[in-house]
């Protein structure tokens, strides 16, 4: 099975709630984990990313948290939009190549005004 | 700068018919991919190129043929098209320092009927 899954393949929230979307990976030498955003019809986009000397890492209305005991990846998303709406991927590097990364299947997030 | 770009967006192939997917960046990126997206799935590695003149097997490669003869190129081949290889194709880039983060084309979409 792949190393990296998603424990909701969707999630449906208000518009200005907080959505967490959550991803399990199972190897345990990647150290470096991103999650990146993928509108309809577009190819991936870039959100945040963590390494493994990390635990938290923020960004601009995301933060990203990475529970390294049980190999459990997060992406909180603040006070979320419309234009939030889209499948968002979490990926990891595995294998020891660091410039190869293995995605999940994705969650898809609907966001209602 | 473009950053990455694919051509064509669509197209359809008859069984055992051939093409080229094109791949380009202008951000002097060392390493390049090539993914297929199949529907509700994440992203799975076909090839991947650490420079011009070095490519490799990815996770998906049975079907396919690269090359990578400059820094910005990067073609896929297909030869004798199937069913099976109906999908969205991504290319990706990213350089060798710092982050890992992958930059993504917009994606060709192929039907193969």
């Given at each position: 099975g792949e190393s990296v899954g998603l424990h909701l393949p969707t999630l449906s929230v208000q518009e200005g709630d907080n959505s967490i979307i959550n991803c399990a990976y199972?190897?345990?030498?990647?150290d470096y984990f991103i999650w990146y955003k993928q509108e309809s019809g577009k190819g991936p986009q870039f959100i945040i990313d963590i390494r493994s000397n990390m635990d938290k890492r923020q960004g601009q209305r995301v933060t990203v948290l990475l529970n390294k005991t049980v190999k459990h990846l997060s992406l909180q998303i603040a006070a979320?939009?419309?234009?939030?709406?889209a499948v968002y991927f979490c990926a990891e590097n595995s294998g020891?190549?660091?410039y190869k990364l293995t995605f999940g299947k994705g969650t898809l997030l609907t966001v209602n005004p | 700068n473009a950053g990455v770009t694919q051509t064509p967006k669509f197209r359809i192939l008859k069984i055992g018919q051939s093409m080229t997917l094109q791949c380009a960046q202008d951000?002097?990126?060392n390493y390049m991919y090539w993914y297929r997206q199949d529907p509700g799935m994440g992203l799975k590695l076909i090839y991947y190129s650490v420079g011009a003149g070095i490519t490799d097997k990815g996770e998906v490669p049975n079907g396919y043929n690269v090359s990578r003869s400059t820094t910005e190129d990067f073609p896929l081949r297909l030869e004798l098209?199937?069913?099976?290889?109906?999908s969205v194709y991504f290319c990706a880039s990213s350089y060798?320092?710092?982050?890992?983060e992958q930059y993504f084309g917009p994606g060709t979409r192929l039907t193969v009927t």
């Open positions: 199972s190897n345990s030498a990647s979320t939009q419309p234009g939030d709406s020891g190549s660091n | 951000m002097n990126h098209a199937a069913p099976s290889q109906t060798t320092g710092g982050s890992y």
